[in-house]
């Protein structure tokens, strides 16, 4: 199973930025893929969920509005759309993958995990 996180960089405060997540090595359908989010010196924090077998989607409350999330199952990817950045979204950004047909909010249920990507909001 591999994830791969990408997409991340420099943007200043009211922007956006796509991150994408390519999975691989599992059927994907059966998957719920979530994406996390660490800042310096604070815990993981849960920003959405995808049920990739019928796309339903869950959000942060602090991301809500903000962040789009959606899946391309056909090409087993999934896309992160951040617009309206703010310097608090500074974080690095993981995407996880849970054998679940159901959101899991809960970092400490997904199996396997990419390498994060790196989002930097300026003020």
């Known amino acids: 199973v591999q994830l791969q996180a990408s997409g991340g960089g420099l943007v200043q405060a009211g922007g956006s930025l796509r991150l994408s997540c390519a999975a691989s090595?599992?059927?994907?359908?059966?998957?719920?893929i979530g994406w996390f989010r660490q800042a310096p010196g604070k815990e993981r924090e849960g920003v959405s969920c995808?049920?990739?077998?019928?796309?339903?989607?869950y959000y942060a409350d602090s991301v809500k509005g903000r962040f789009t999330l959606s899946a391309n199952n056909a090409g087993n990817v999934v896309y992160l759309q951040m617009d309206s950045l703010k310097p608090e979204d500074t974080a690095v950004y993981y995407c996880?993958?849970?054998?679940?047909?159901?959101?899991?909010?809960?970092?400490?249920?997904?199996?396997?995990w990419g390498r994060g990507t790196l989002v930097t909001v300026s003020s």
């Open positions: 090595g599992f059927t994907f359908d059966d998957y719920a």
């Open positions: 995808i049920v990739s077998s019928d796309g339903s989607t």
């Open positions: 996880a993958a849970v054998p679940e047909w159901r959101w899991v909010k809960v970092s400490s249920k997904y199996r396997h």
